[in-house]
T-cell receptor, first 115, second 116 residues
């Protein structure tokens, strides 16, 4: 079983839709949770990060972490064609549990926002 | 742009050969991490270097090795290439070696390696 599971999609939505992207994980030591966006032929770009459980909002993006369920989500409101990309969840342990700065990624979900 | 550059962009090698991939980090970033991203998969951690010393390694064999130089450049070397080594290789630089708001990893665009 992979430490981080993510539905690979592809996910196709109309412009203006609310998009929900999710990951589950099995390692209780994960403390930091990130969402990266990767356009074709580019490296991953950090969108948001959160520490432990809770919500964080940044413009059209909201990240949620539920540590009790080992489940994280990214919501995109008013989706735009420019949001079409692969979205990767990533997680890191704290230094106290030997995490360093190693990121463990999900498979990535391919999103297409149609006009 | 992230300020992290990788070269070359694409590379074709044959099985059994050796390859060196290069990365130039953001100035001041003491940490570089390397990841392998197979087609349709998320990046997998290979290893991390902090101030020119290896500071953590993923589940990759010793034929994957690295170097980090004082001028914020680094290398990933792969010996005895296998077909399964075909992937996008990403380097990421950060200020420090532990996760925090200050130590965000900034990724380069990657080197796409094809092994025939």
């Amino acid at each position: 079983q992979k430490e981080v599971e993510q539905d690979p999609g592809p996910l196709s939505v109309p412009e203006g839709a609310i998009v929900s992207l999710n990951c589950t994980y099995s390692n209780s030591a994960f403390q930091y949770f990130m969402w990266y966006r990767q356009y074709s032929r580019k490296g991953p770009e950090l969108l948001m990060y959160t520490y432990s459980s809770g919500n964080k909002e940044d413009g059209r993006f909201t990240a949620q972490v539920d540590k009790s369920s080992k489940y994280i989500s990214l919501f995109i409101r008013d989706s735009q064609p420019s949001d079409s990309a692969t979205y990767l969840c990533a997680m890191s342990q704290s230094i106290l549990t030997g995490g360093g700065n190693k990121l463990t990624f999900g498979t990535g979900t391919q999103l297409k926002v149609e006009l | 742009e992230t300020g992290v550059t990788q070269s070359p962009t694409h590379l074709i090698k044959t099985r059994g050969q050796q390859v060196t991939l290069r990365c130039s980090s953001q100035s001041g970033h003491n940490t570089v991490s390397w990841y392998q991203q197979a087609l349709g998969q998320g990046p997998q951690f290979i290893f991390q270097y902090y101030r020119e010393e290896e500071n953590g390694r993923g589940n990759f064999p010793p034929r994957f090795s690295g170097l980090q130089f004082p001028n914020y450049s680094s290398e990933l070397n792969v010996n005895a290439l296998e077909l399964d080594d075909s992937a996008l290789y990403l380097c990421a630089s950060s200020l420090g070696s532990t996760f925090s708001a200050k130590n965000i990893q900034y990724f380069g665009a990657g080197t796409r390696l094809s092994v025939l």
